[in-house]
T-cell receptor
Framework: AQSVTQPDIHITVSEGASLELRCNYS??????LFWYVQSPGQGLQLLLK??????LVQGIKGFEAEFKRSQSSFNLRKPSVHWSDAAEYFC????????????FGAGTRLFVKA | GAVVSQHPSRVICKSGTSVKIECRSL??????MFWYRQFPKQSLMLMAT?????????EQGVEKDKFLINHASLTLSTLTVTSAHPEDSSFYIC???????????FGNGTRLTVT
């Protein structure tokens, strides 16, 4: 079965600083990888996804993520964080294991300080 | 595009009553819908997978008689929490997808409080 690990429960960065959120996955084949963002009391919004091809994927709001098969990682990055980026970020892996499922990591809460 | 509407956004009910939550894909046909439960400051826990016209597939540990899921059409799935108890209080989120390898589109969630 697939699994997702987000090692950092929360991260604090200064506005304008760069950001990297870590995500490691476990799955026997190449999975479908996603990053979602959730604002308080809201549903989730897709930031970006990786299915195949170029391992560096661009998403909305200036985010990007890089798939590294050798490290089983799919870290999310942003060169300059804005205060509005403060939210909960979830890495997710989708796989067809006798039925397609998307499993979410525990999430990383991003705090942005002025 | 790809809007998912979830209703109601908040509901308060008394212990022992049933509550129905609706999840609609407004501008696409959702072959599959998923229901998640999220506890405060925690990740989403997949409860069940709902395919149009067939019975839902429940995750281990989820009581199918308590959490009734119906996916009657390609645009509507409902979750009914039967005989609700205070421990059922939680944030329930639905998501919908066009196909198995498409991203999920989420509703805004339903905050259920059972008193």
């Amino acid at each position: 079965a697939q699994s997702v690990t987000q090692p950092d429960i929360h991260i604090t960065v200064s506005e304008g600083a760069s950001l990297e959120l870590r995500c490691n996955y476990s799955y026997g084949a190449t999975p479908y990888l996603f990053w979602y963002v959730q604002s308080p009391g809201q549903g989730l919004q897709l930031l970006l996804k990786y299915f195949s091809g170029d391992t560096l994927v661009q998403g909305i709001k200036g985010f990007e993520a890089e798939f590294k098969r050798s490290q089983s990682s799919f870290n999310l990055r942003k060169p300059s964080v804005h205060w509005s980026d403060a939210a909960e970020y979830f890495c997710a892996v989708g796989a067809d294991t006798g039925g397609f499922k998307t499993i979410f990591g525990a999430g990383t809460r991003l705090f942005v300080k002025a | 595009g790809a809007v998912v509407s979830q209703h109601p956004s908040r509901v308060i009910c008394k212990s022992g009553t049933s509550v129905k939550i609706e999840c609609r894909s407004l501008d696409f046909q959702a072959t599959t819908m998923f229901w998640y439960r999220q506890f405060p400051k925690q990740s989403l826990m997949l409860m069940a997978t709902s395919n149009e016209g067939s019975k839902a597939t429940y995750e281990q540990g989820v009581e199918k008689d308590k959490f009734l899921i119906n996916h009657a059409s390609l645009t509507l799935s409902t979750l009914t929490v039967t005989s609700a108890h205070p421990e059922d209080s939680s944030f329930y989120i639905c998501s919908a997808t066009r196909s198995y390898n498409s991203p999920l589109h989420f509703g805004n969630g339903t905050r259920l409080t059972v008193t």
